[in-house]
């Protein structure tokens, strides 16, 4: 390579992201030119439920690494256990990784793909005496498994001859023997210290039929026996993965040196947790299953479609993903963190329109009957190229209930009577009096004089102005659903249960609520995907489900409240 192709850009420079354990790693087998300078990683999820956003770091994490070294990243589904998968899952993770603007080319693959090669590689082991198939049930494999105290107790078949076992598997594989009733296990140590060295099990009977692989295999490789050597097959260079495969990688490496293969490395970091969350693809599928969500992409889920729905970007997504970063030690995430990045991102494009979500009726006495104006908008202030809409004002507003206060604190800066406030690029108004409900005494209507002179929000006599409020013109504003959402569970740590409870008593039976709220007339054409901030009360998303057309639906995606800074400044 010329010096000058060598040479890192300023660009290339801007595009790397910071240092880290694993990159150390990477850095150290680039020097060494380990695998002649190739980088390949995968993301490896089993097709048994849709992917959450601690895939996602993971997601970010390998397709990252790779593009940072040029290297490439290979969607595996590993898909061993044929009772849990599905196609639709299949479907559902390559849609999460593409949106989230990962490409795996041609390189999305089946562990399945395989089955024919480990297969063999078991036939090796077999003639090497270093597998045996095993009479035990599962039961009494535990419990000759033996503690991490005590060794375990050697299996009464493990010294079974290799033409026996030969003709053993091969019936195995014919479907002659009952699911459960064999095994085929390594020999390697049962007195190790590492429980998962004790003879563990490669191949079980099960007459199940498989997403890709139909009726044509009746036995399957464990978890165990096919993912490192599907790493191999792949020639995966950096094979991360989660911390609890630590005690998992001694056995990989017996496999791998053993059958004299294509050694990957495997390298573990700690996995994502977020308050007030749950990421476990067996607690998510509980969930859905029984009925706590509307599905996999309900708007409170912390799954990719969940995210996606409730107005999340991919950007904002992988920014919380850099954020987080890789480290060996486990940790809590604040949920204000992944709140604050999807705010940052829609900060920067979301245009901002006018919606009330509890309305209070105006009535400006002084304004001329049947008058109106068109007020002119700022789409924007992040962005001055999107423009200006105009919006209609008019006698009769709605503002928000919560605007109003009868009996204020001092530094309520809106309005009460008496009191003057801006509304937003229109008019200042001042609460002269207001109109009670008879029965219930409750405030029910306001009446206020609004300052001609102050078109657009400006005072030309300089006096000052606090507050500035929403508005709508009650006779424009368009009556559309909005869906707000708190927190799916109440607790900071939703799996951690007193006695007798399970995270489900967890969860936070006031986590939806759906209100028909009022919004400017511009947003009844509003399409499934897009994003608006409602000033002052947050990001709000048309959903995809729910909206038909001319009648959006809005996923509250977050306040704008920013609880991050204050959390980060601690
Ligand atoms: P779950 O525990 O949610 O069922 P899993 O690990 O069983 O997840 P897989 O489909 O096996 O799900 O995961 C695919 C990849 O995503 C694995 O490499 C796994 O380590 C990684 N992964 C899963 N959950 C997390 C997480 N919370 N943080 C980071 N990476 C994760
Ligand atoms: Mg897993």
């Given at each position: 390579m010329s010096d000058e192709a060598n040479k890192t850009t300023a660009e290339d420079e801007k595009l790397k992201t910071p240092s880290n354990f694993i990159k150390d790693i990477i850095n150290e087998d680039m020097r060494t030119n380990k695998h002649d300078g190739r980088i390949n990683t995968r993301f490896p999820p089993e097709p048994n439920g849709y992917l959450h956003i601690g895939h996602a770091k993971s997601i970010c994490l390998n397709f990252g690494l790779a593009k940072e070294y040029n290297g490439v990243t290979n969607l595996r589904f590993d898909d061993t256990n044929p009772c849990k998968e599905e196609t639709e899952y299949v479907e559902s993770i390559k849609e999460d990784v593409s949106w989230l603007g990962f490409d795996w080319q041609d390189r999305e693959f089946f562990a399945s793909d395989y089955f024919g090669q480990i297969y063999e590689w078991a036939i090796k082991l077999i003639k090497m005496e270093k597998a045996y198939v095993c009479d035990l049930t599962a039961d009494e494999i535990r419990q000759h498994r033996g503690t991490l105290k005590e060794p375990g107790m050697e299996s009464p078949y493990r010294y079974r001859p290799v033409e026996e076992n030969l003709d053993l598997f091969a019936r195995m594989k014919k479907g002659e023997f009952p699911d459960g009733s064999r095994t085929l296990r390594a020999k390697i140590d049962m007195a190790s210290p590492n429980l998962n060295m004790r003879d563990p099990v490669l191949y079980r009977i099960l007459h199940a039929e498989h997403h890709r692989t139909g009726n044509e295999w009746c036995i399957y490789p464990m978890y165990d026996f096919a993912h490192g050597q599907s790493d191999s097959i792949e020639r995966i260079t950096h094979s991360i993965c989660t911390l609890e495969f630590e005690d998992h990688r001694p056995l990989y490496d017996w496999f791998c040196d053993t059958l004299e293969i294509f050694h990957p490395q495997q390298i573990e970091f700690a996995r994502l947790n977020i308050t007030y969350t749950v990421l476990s693809k067996r607690r998510l599928l509980q969930l859905v299953q029984e009925e706590h969500v509307e599905s996999w992409d309900d708007p409170r889920m912390p799954t990719i479609s969940g995210l996606r729905r409730r107005g999340y970007t991919a950007e904002a997504i992988r920014n919380f993903a850099e954020r987080v970063g890789v480290s060996k030690a486990e940790s809590m995430v604040d949920l204000a963190l992944l709140e604050f990045c999807v705010r940052e991102n829609l900060n920067k494009t979301a245009h901002r329109v006018m919606a009330v979500l509890n309305p209070l009726k105006v009535t400006i006495v002084n304004y001329p009957d049947g008058q109106e104006e068109m007020m002119e908008f700022v789409n924007n202030p992040e962005n001055p190229d999107d423009g200006t809409r105009l919006v209609p004002f008019a006698k009769e507003i709605y503002i928000e209930r919560t605007d109003f206060m009868e009996d204020p604190p001092k530094k309520f800066y809106r309005l009460s009577i008496g009191r003057e406030v801006r509304l937003r690029w229109a008019y200042v108004i001042k609460c002269v009096d207001v109109v009670k409900d008879?029965?219930?005494?409750?405030?029910i209507e306001l009446l206020c004089e609004y300052d001609p002179l102050t078109k657009g929000g400006n005072t030309p006599d300089g006096r000052r102005i606090q507050g500035t409020i929403h508005w709508l013109s009650v006779k424009h504003a368009q009556e559309l659903e909005v869906r707000l959402y708190d927190n799916l569970f109440m607790k900071e740590n939703p799996n951690e249960v007193e006695e007798g409870k399970t995270y489900l008593d967890n969860i936070n039976p006031d986590s939806l609520s759906i209100i028909r709220a009022k919004v400017e007339p511009s947003l009844r054409s509003a399409k499934p995907g897009e994003k608006y901030q409602f000033e002052r009360l947050g990001y709000f998303c048309v959903d995809s489900k729910h909206s038909k057309p001319n009648e959006p639906v809005f996923n509250r995606t977050v306040t704008l409240r920013d609880t991050w800074a204050k959390i980060a400044a601690k």
């Open positions: 008879p029965n219930t005494g409750e405030v």
